[in-house]
Each structure stands twice: as C-alpha cells, then as structure tokens.
C-alpha cells in the first residue's frame, strides 16, 4: 500500500507566500515523478507543476517565475514553494506520485490540500 498525503495549504494574502508539501510512504522502492495539479470548483483540472527523480522541474506558464518545485528523495517528499500568490491562484491542490510496482508505474495521489487567496 502507498499512501501519498499533502499538508501546507491555507489562506494567505495576495503575493503572499505558501509552501506545500507531499509525502509518499508505505510500499515504496523508489519514486519516479512527484508533481502538482489544481482545481478550482467549476473548472477543470489544471497541472502546476512537475518534478522528476533527478530534479528536473517543468512548470505550467501560470505559475512559472512565482511556484518553485523540489524533492527530497530520502524522504519521498515534493514540496512547492510558492510566491506571489494570486487570487487565481486559489484551488485545492492535489499531489501525485508515479511508483514503479511490479513491472509498471501506478500514480499515486492525494487527498488535496486548499489553497485560499485573499485580496
């Protein structure tokens, strides 16, 4: 079993700052990508950010400049640092872990974490 949980999200003023985290643990061998999706009710899914095993980042053109991802692969965490916030920028954030289980890559996600942005 894998378990992937998110912490971090709250309400913050706009450009104001937030650091999400993420955390997959159970069954785990080694993690390949770690990223981040949002969704604001009455919308569609949006992808934020992305981050693979070497730490290569790739960022949606929303958040490039402001959100910055990282890991720490000891501790199969994925955080995002995000600056400037943003009104639209308010969604529930919900992170994702691709673990390699027998011969494929299963995707992992969480339970989301809100993310409020006053004015």
């Known amino acids: 079993q894998v378990q992937v949980v998110e912490s971090g999200g709250g309400l913050v003023q706009a450009e104001g700052s937030l650091r999400l985290s993420c955390a997959a643990s159970?069954?785990?061998?080694?993690?390949?990508?770690m990223g981040w999706y949002r969704q604001d009710p009455g919308k569609q899914r949006e992808f934020v950010a992305v981050?693979?095993?070497?730490?290569?980042?790739r960022y949606a053109d929303s958040v490039r400049g402001r959100f910055t991802i990282s890991r720490d692969n000891v501790k199969n965490t994925v955080y995002l640092e995000m600056n400037g916030l943003k009104q639209e920028d308010a969604a529930v954030y919900s992170c994702?872990?691709?673990?390699?289980?027998?011969?494929?890559?299963?995707?992992?996600w969480g339970q989301g974490t809100q993310v409020t942005v006053s004015s």
């Open positions: 994702y872990a691709d673990i390699p289980q027998a011969g494929i890559i299963r995707r992992y």
């Open positions: 159970g069954r785990i061998v080694s993690v390949n990508a």
């Open positions: 981050i693979d095993s070497a730490g290569r980042g």
